[in-house]
């Protein structure tokens, strides 16, 4: 699983490069400033959960178990939840799409208490 969440948080941080770079190049003339916010917030919370993907493929590895497991899989379904709440928001201007956005919050509030509980158990 290590390894797995070694790639998606890898990956995942590209993504949120690529995405930083398209808002602030491509879409700051398109979007209405409140909206290029919200696309930038997505894409920092982006970068912000890859690095903690990284971290959580290191815990699952040092310290395999449940809650490593789930802190990984959480910050996979945050990042999709939040930032992709978030960009489809911006991009498609359908503000219904942000009550969606809580939701991945509450899965990165759950994926860091989960790290925390996995460093305890080892």
């Not at 990956?11 to 209405?32: C, N, P, T």
């Amino acid at each position: 699983m290590d390894r797995l969440f070694l790639t998606l948080g890898a990956l995942s941080g590209a993504i949120g490069v690529a995405a930083g770079a398209f808002g602030a190049h491509a879409l700051r003339a398109r979007l209405e400033p409140r909206m290029l916010e919200v696309f930038e917030t997505g894409a920092r919370y982006q970068m912000y959960h890859a690095l903690a993907l990284v971290a959580a493929a290191w815990v699952a590895q040092r310290w395999p178990g449940t809650p490593a497991t789930a802190a990984g899989w959480l910050f996979v379904a945050g990042t999709v939840l939040f930032s992709g709440s978030l960009y489809a928001m911006a991009l498609s201007g359908v503000r219904a799409l942000g009550a969606i956005t809580p939701l991945g919050g509450v899965c990165f509030i759950a994926a860091w208490v989960l790290l925390a509980v996995a460093s305890r158990q080892g």
